[in-house]
């Protein structure tokens, strides 16, 4: 001790500053991350390692720095994402059991009080206008479509697959899930139907190609309009399939059927209520509508980081505050809603696997740090779905007076 | 009208007054009924009539007196369920289809600027503590067994069934509800069940003979709770079905279920909350539950008439209501939702078909304004079912981190 007070004595006012901060402080600062109970190993730069659980770690995390600890410590997913993309934070071992885990430590009704503390407003600030709603999908959608025909099954559909069994292709599932949402809305052949958000035009030509509908579809994706009409055109279904590159609020014109699928999450909060009079204006008085998107239990900001690097703009809504902004004020009655949620954590467990096998691929196409951040966003959604931390929604719905509503359930074929 | 005038001055005052508001006012009071496009006559005391579309009239209403024209004028829902009851009010011809008119007639979302202007504060006033919830029970569901058994199924079930095909017997479709919830709930021998609100015992009895489950009912109407123990007994199922008279804020113990069956529709706006609490305190982590209740696609007050004389206290919530304030604080997660408020309204024609065979039964038990309160009463509800102005959802719940879900939809046998 005293050998270490006079040795100190010797040392410069920075290096003094380092060493008050050393290996005790940082062990400290790792001792205070909230991860009480998950079963992982946290390792520092300087050799330090705690476990945070008495089972044994699922996965091991390695921190390069002090500034990478203190980040976590005060802003921890924006500090984990950006971290985890710079390669300044590693994890060894099972990225998305561990995530699950640590999702699951988390107490869900606290973030009520958190949810008090920052006011809706800022969330309404970033709204979602048309220039910025094309700015948001071009950041995501628009990175190339060679890009997404490496992980994404053979028709490119970028949404959450239907599973008959767990062991299904994803080509199946996706096949699967086209037909369940045809089957939902009780779709007849020359049955007019409007697509909000319609990717890269696979359930459109689906509904056209399989059901003899006749669809009008609406993106804001430059790059997915392209492929879709391109892709309509080599399966000559021109005359029925119509692909627009304009934004959800410009949807014109009355449709037996109103279907979005993967698009809500994009709409943003303070949006919800316009796409309720679009589909207002839209839905014929025996007309049918289906939502199909990803949502939550209790309303709360999207991830941070997932927001910044991934989906701009994006907010998954909770069930209430679709049914209060988009039907409700429109006296839409619900007719049917199914929670898929353990069907898309499969569905992403399929695109992460194949995105790992063409990690080489993606990497000459980008760089490392697009790989990682990829990489993170897969596992992290997939370990929100399995853990509860998000779910996937899918509304059937019909106007409040039409009793052209199905008599009961089938089973989709 | 000279000769009028002269006749006139020959009057009394009591009689001049008369006179000035004499069959010209009249005509035009019912001039003013709002029913616009409704293919009703109306036919007053005096002999005037009006029919108020174009198309043949589906019945004939007839008014009695000035007094009971000017409350429908003023206070429809209200004035219509007294006069009729009072027999100042006779409907000729197709009851139901003619409230089903008047029902669709009326603009649904004009109902938003209606609320607006009754602050719902004044509904809250009306709470359904313990006291008042037992009261308001009692008023409706121990007006006696023999009445009941008149006119429900076998299994005395008072709430909406579930007919796999419309033509089937009532008797049927009641057991086809039960098997249907059962299904929802993926019971299996030896759950334990809690049943808040449990009518005569018809489901905890079903649960515990059909499916080997361990049931807790909670009812607060005393002769509901005599005959579902007597039944019990007398099925040999008191070792696994306990009948309990208490309140459902009571509640105690965890079990693998929560279900309730038409019980939500007298808990009242106000207490949506503290059945989430009760919830949230009785369901383990892999716990489902299901909520099954009379709903609306948007909030809004019981008509009055309903709220006076048949449920007082009662509310049927909008659907995103008991989302917000049951499920949502709980981290809840909704599985799934049906709705079906057709399947309400042929149960409703059951009933008030075999309510009209024991017609001169009913009377001589209790007297004419009874027996017409209840018709209406019966008619006004298959008539709002039908026009979609009343919801049946049927929600099934977990919680938010359980994986103990079904992968996907089956049909129940």
Chains 1, 2 share one sequence.
Request: proline share 5%; glycine share 8%.
């Amino acid at each position: 001790m005293s050998d270490s007070i006079v040795n100190t004595s010797a040392l410069s006012r920075q290096e003094r500053r380092l060493r008050l901060r050393g290996p005790g402080i940082d062990e400290w600062l790792l001792g205070r991350l909230p991860l009480g109970g998950v079963p992982i190993e946290i390792r520092l730069w300087n050799g330090a390692a705690r476990c945070f659980s008495p089972d044994p770690p699922i996965g091991s995390l390695w921190i390069a720095d002090r500034r990478t600890l203190l980040g976590l410590l005060f802003n921890t997913e924006m500090a984990f994402g950006e971290a985890y993309r710079e390669g300044r934070a590693r994890v060894d071992g099972d990225l998305v059991g561990l995530l699950e885990s640590v999702f699951r430590a988390r107490n869900p009704l606290a973030v009520r009080a958190w949810h008090r503390l920052r006011p809706v407003g800022a969330l309404r600030r970033r709204g979602n206008t048309p220039l910025r709603s094309r700015l948001n999908v071009h950041h995501h959608y628009d990175l190339g479509n060679a890009f997404y025909r490496l992980w994404l099954d053979r028709e490119m559909v970028y949404t959450c697959a239907y599973f008959p069994s767990p062991d299904d292709e994803l080509e199946t599932a996706q096949l699967a899930k086209m037909e369940l949402v045809c089957h939902k809305l009780g779709l007849r052949p020359g049955d007019r139907v409007v697509e909000a958000g319609c990717g890269w035009g696979a359930l459109a030509r689906h509904m056209a190609r399989e059901h003899g509908a006749v669809v009008r579809a609406f993106n804001i994706s430059h790059e997915q309009i392209t492929y879709a009409r391109d892709q309509a055109a080599r399966e000559d279904l021109t005359e029925r399939v119509e692909f627009i590159e304009d934004d959800y609020r410009n949807i014109s014109g009355t449709y037996d059927h109103f279907v979005s699928v993967g698009m809500l999450e994009h709409v943003g909060q303070e949006h919800l209520s316009a796409l309720g009079e679009v589909i207002h204006r839209t839905l014929p008085p025996d007309g049918r509508g289906l939502l199909h998107f990803i949502g939550r239990n209790r309303p709360r900001p999207l991830d941070a980081w997932i927001r910044k690097r991934i989906f701009p703009g994006g907010y998954p809504p909770a069930l209430d505050e679709v049914l209060h902004e988009i039907l409700e004020p429109w006296d839409f009655s619900v007719l049917d809603v199914e929670n898929l949620r353990l069907h898309y954590a499969l569905t992403l467990e399929h695109w992460r696997r194949r995105f790992d096998r063409h990690e080489t691929t993606i990497q000459a196409m980008y760089d490392d740090s697009f790989v990682r951040t990829w990489r993170l966003y897969l596992a992290s959604a997939e370990a929100a779905f399995r853990s509860g931390w998000m779910q996937l929604f899918q509304i059937v719905f019909a106007r409040g007076r039409s009793n052209g509503i199905p008599w009961r359930r089938t089973v989709e074929k």
